[in-house]
Each structure stands twice: as structure tokens, then as C-alpha cells.
């Protein structure tokens, strides 16, 4: 039989939501009623620094994935930002660490897909800042848009005076200031 059920989440992110589907699938096949099934979907809260969004009292949307560090769930991070309209779309990274010997290549092909996808890129820390730079420059990206800050403090300070309502900011990974 088919039937639309309209259902409302405070999940972003297309990897969330097929899951999201994957699930409402299993339920409905299992005989559970569709008021339940939505009551069910809109209770789900997002969890804390995977891809959580939060709105500031300024108009700013924050999406923090602070506790992201590996190559697919960057990559899917960045294409949440990339789909805001509106306002600049702005990234704070320290890049991804623990990839062995791929871990250039990882994080310039995430500098890829940031510069691709993004108005400001802030590069924290100095770990990955070679890799993701030539990745985000490479892609054409105004070179001016690219900000280097030494450490999350010195990024925040940067944010303060470029922000503005409508605007997205993307926490995509946290690395303590004190890693080397």
C-alpha cells in the first residue's frame, strides 16, 4: 500500500537521515502505526558534538562535529555545510590525525572537498595545516578566505569579526591546542 508519512527531525546530514529511513522502513514492516512511528522520530535528540546544530542568538548556525576525525564522516560534515544558503559557510579544522601514512593524503583531499564547498576555511594548529592548505588551494579557492590560526582561541578570534546572521559554522573536528 502506498502512503506518505510526513515526519519532522532535529537530525541533519544525509548519512542521519538514511539511516533515519532505514529505520522507519524496519518499523513500519514490523506493524508499528505511523503516529507512533513519528512521535518516535521527532523525540530523537541529536548527540552532542556529531553533527549538532545550534542557532545563536545572533542568527548563526553552529554545527559542531567536534568529535569527528576520520575521513567519511569529514567528508559527509562538510557536505551538510556546503547545502546552507544565505550566509558564508565557514569551517573550523584542525584536519584528522591517526591515519598513519595516509595521513597527507586524507587531510588534502578533505582540503579538497572543503575548498570546494566552503566561503572561509580556518586551518588550526599547524599539524595537517600543509595538507589541508594545498587541498583547499588547489581547488581555486580564494586564497584570501583561507585563514591560518595557531590555535582554537586565535580561530574563535578570527570567527568574532567575520560573523554575521544568516552565516553557518562548521566545528568539523577539536584537537587540543597541545597537539603536536
Do not use: W
Not at 542521519?16 to 522502513?25: D, E, G, T, Y
Not at 541529536?46 to 568529535?67: P, S, W, Y
Amino acid at each position: 500500500e502506498g502512503f506518505s508519512l510526513e515526519l519532522t527531525t532535529k537530525l541533519v546530514g544525509e548519512c542521519n537521515i538514511s539511516n533515519l529511513l532505514a529505520a522507519v522502513a524496519v518499523a513500519l514492516h514490523l506493524g508499528m502505526k505511523p503516529e507512533n512511528i513519528k512521535y518516535a522520530v521527532a523525540q530523537i535528540e541529536q548527540v552532542e558534538h556529531r553533527l549538532n546544530m545550534k542557532r545563536t542568538a545572533g542568527g548563526v548556525t553552529i554545527i559542531d562535529d567536534a568529535f569527528n576525525s576520520n575521513p567519511t564522516g569529514s567528508r559527509m560534515a562538510v557536505d551538510v555545510i556546503s547545502q546552507f544558503t544565505g550566509g558564508k559557510r565557514i569551517i573550523v579544522t584542525p584536519g584528522m590525525i591517526e591515519l598513519g601514512d595516509k595521513q597527507f593524503d586524507l587531510n588534502r583531499q578533505l582540503g579538497e572537498h572543503i575548498g570546494k564547498n566552503v566561503d572561509i576555511a580556518i586551518v588550526v594548529g599547524e599539524y595537517n595545516r600543509k595538507a589541508l592548505t594545498e587541498g583547499i588551494l588547489s581547488t581555486g579557492f580564494d586564497e584570501s578566505k583561507l585563514i591560518e590560526a595557531d590555535t582554537f582561541q586565535d580561530a574563535q578570534r578570527h570567527l568574532a569579526t567575520i560573523l554575521t546572521a544568516g552565516d553557518v559554522v562548521l566545528y568539523e573536528n577539536d584537537l587540543p591546542d597541545t597537539f603536536k
